[in-house]
């Protein structure tokens, strides 16, 4: 599908952006030139997605659609019981209420936010055992969404009191900037889950992407096709959640996958009462087909190598300008490191935040922060948490923009690079959810 674009001019966007409260999320989509906002369900489908569309079958129960969607399932992740939802989240909540109790500490590598909130929304806590490399844009490691094995190691030795329910993994990890995790690495956490008796799980949202790392950077597996990478990767892991929209190619979709057969019956109750029949799992038959078409099309290298080497052209332009980005560059999207980029606005005043909307503003160019906005309060102090990286996330659409955007995108990027020393003040915040707070927040400019 081809869709117009519309350009508008610098003097309407500065009152659309002060129109929506300083928050992305607010613009309608008609303002925006190129939408980097998030690559969730933004992207094209191919034309056998569509083809399966047309053959949809909407039977409440037992659909020929849920069907190839759970066999298509079963031959990717080599997973036995398949629950489909609406979405990524909507797994995570029907999962996260079978697995996750008050008090409980869930590690990872830097969990995503919705992860993060039906965690703490429990009143359970996550632990970060993220590599130190991934937050330091400037280290070159090949597998920056590595889990530190020997933190990951202690925080189980010291768990007397049994709080750590079982360990997330997410593949490729976005908050660190859409970097990938190691077979090695995973086949390490996986051990060490399996010492103390521990399940494994994956976010696997992006699981492909990090399956086309592995193919051209971790030698033992560059003859291995993608998909024979990915049932590996799975191979270590107890179950998953999916965000659907993401290496399923659709616009919506999500699932849970898993061995154990205890776990699978009771997430069905969960999964009945928040998504729908459990051969629907809020998804339309339609919809169920076209993400069977997208799980094998997104599995494979072809379609990989392009669209992870058009998120490199981007990166590559970026660095050429001298602009600080999150290296290697990430999967999905490219990250402009703020902390570097914009030193000069005050992190009390939401620096990456603030350079997004300077993105906007410039170029029409939607973007999001990955900062302390995004981080939260901390739900005990209800202070700001401020993270290591201050990161605005590019993040590229499947299917959708050109190289010609690329360039566009980069070349905007440059003049704001041009004139940062300038930039003194950042933004305020006047109105705040408790969690998540990032989607409705309301800001106001400071000026000196
Ligand atoms: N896990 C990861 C790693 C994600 O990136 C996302 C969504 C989810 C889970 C939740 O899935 O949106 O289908 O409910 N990430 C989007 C993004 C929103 O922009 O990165 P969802």
């Known amino acids: 599908m081809v869709e117009y674009i519309k350009p508008s001019t610098i003097e ?34 191919s034309d056998n997605q569509w083809a399966e569309m047309m053959k949809g079958d909407e039977s409440y129960a037992g659909s020929q659609s849920f069907l190839k969607l759970r066999d298509t399932v079963k031959k990717i992740t080599g997973f036995i019981y398949f629950l489909p939802t609406h979405q990524g989240r909507a797994a995570e909540n029907v999962l996260f209420s079978v697995l996750v109790k008050e008090g409980n500490i869930i590690p990872g590598n830097s969990h995503f936010d919705t992860t993060k909130g039906h965690i703490e929304f429990r009143k359970a806590t996550t632990l970060d055992c993220t590599i130190d490399e991934a937050f330091d844009t400037t280290v ?10 020997e933190k990951l190691e202690h925080a189980l030795i010291n768990d007397i009191e049994n709080k750590i329910p079982f360990v997330i993994v997410t593949i490729t ?29 994956f976010d696997a949202a992006r699981f492909a992407e990090n399956a086309y790392f592995i193919k051209i ?31 399923g190619l659709v616009n919506m979709g999500g699932f849970i996958a898993l061995n154990n057969e205890d776990v699978y019956k009771k997430a069905t109750v969960f999964n009945i009462m928040y998504e729908g029949f459990i051969t629907y799992g809020g ?10 078409v997208g799980l094998d099309e997104a599995t494979e290298f072809d379609y990989l190598e ?40 005050p992190r009390s005043e939401y620096r990456a935040q603030a350079l997004a909307i ?15 906005i995004l981080a939260d309060r901390d739900p005990f102090t209800h202070k700001n948490r401020y993270p290591e990286l201050e990161l605005v996330r590019l993040a590229i659409p499947r ?33 705040e959810a408790p969690i998540m707070r990032h989607f409705t927040v309301k800001l106001e400019k400071l000026t000196s």
């Not at 906002?37 to 992207?43: A, E, K, P, Q, V």
């Not at 560059?222 to 290496?247: L, P, Q, R, V």
Request: aromatic share 10%; with cysteine; net charge positive.
């Open 12 to 45: 309407q966007r500065k009152e659309w952006i002060k129109e929506a409260d300083y928050n992305l999320f607010n613009l309608t989509s008609e303002k925006v030139f190129i939408d980097l906002l998030t690559d969730s369900g933004t992207g094209a489908m």
């Open 140 to 149: 070159y490691h090949p597998f920056k969404g590595n889990v530190n094995i």
């Open 173 to 201: 990890c976005n908050s660190a900037g859409g970097q990938p995790v190691s077979i090695e690495n995973i086949k390490q956490v996986s051990e060490v889950c399996k010492k103390f008796k521990k399940p494994l799980y």
């Open 217 to 247: 950077r971790e030698e033992e597996y560059k003859n291995h096709s993608i998909k024979e990478i990915a049932k590996k990767m799975f191979s270590y892991a107890d179950g998953m959640t999916m965000s659907a929209k993401k290496d």
């Open 283 to 292: 998804l339309n038959g339609r919809d169920m087909g076209a993400l069977a």
């Open 306 to 345: 392009t669209r992870v080497e058009q998120v490199a052209f981007l990166g590559k332009q970026l660095v050429d300008y001298g602009i600080p980005v999150q290296q290697p560059f990430g999967g999905h999207a490219i990250f402009l490191d703020a902390n570097k980029f914009v030193p000069t606005i």
């Open 358 to 372: 300077e993105l906007y503003i410039v170029g029409g160019i939607r973007s999001v922060e990955i900062g302390t």
């Open 399 to 431: 299917r959708t923009y050109s190289l010609n955007h690329m360039r566009y995108i980069a070349a905007v990027l440059k003049n704001i690079y041009d004139y940062k020393d300038q930039a003194k003040r950042g933004y305020k915040i006047v109105d």
